[in-house]
């Protein structure tokens, strides 16, 4: 499995960014998938996951109520929608699936800096 994130960048706090994370490859062996974060100087840490039937979803506690995690089945693409974004989000993002094999991938990363 390959995965491509794209939507990072810089906002003001109080803005919003959508992430998205293309799959490709053996998709169909995707059972869970989420989204995490790195701070400089900090452990990452896991932001919101998802069952890849989508009925399953669960987030860190700091972003309940702002960052909605999706994905399009068609597409094979997974997003984080995050809303009332604070200057402590600000990190490295990443996403990452589970296989039916139990292995498991992870994106390149893509950058979100939120101003103050």
């Known amino acids: 499995v390959q995965l491509v994130e794209s939507g990072g960048g810089l906002v003001q706090a109080g803005g919003s960014l959508r992430l998205s994370c293309a799959a490709s490859?053996?998709?169909?062996?995707?059972?869970?998938m989420g989204w995490y974060r790195q701070a400089p100087g900090k452990q990452r840490e896991l932001v919101a996951g998802m069952t890849s039937d989508g009925d399953v979803t669960n987030y860190a506690d700091s972003v309940k109520g702002r960052f909605t995690i999706s994905r399009d089945s068609a597409k094979h693409t997974m997003y984080l929608q995050m809303n009332s974004l604070k200057p402590e989000d600000t990190a490295v993002y990443y996403c990452n699936v589970w296989t039916a094999l139990h292995v498991d991938y992870w994106g390149q990363g893509t950058q979100v800096t939120v101003s103050s």
């Open positions: 490859g053996s998709t169909f062996s995707i059972n869970t």
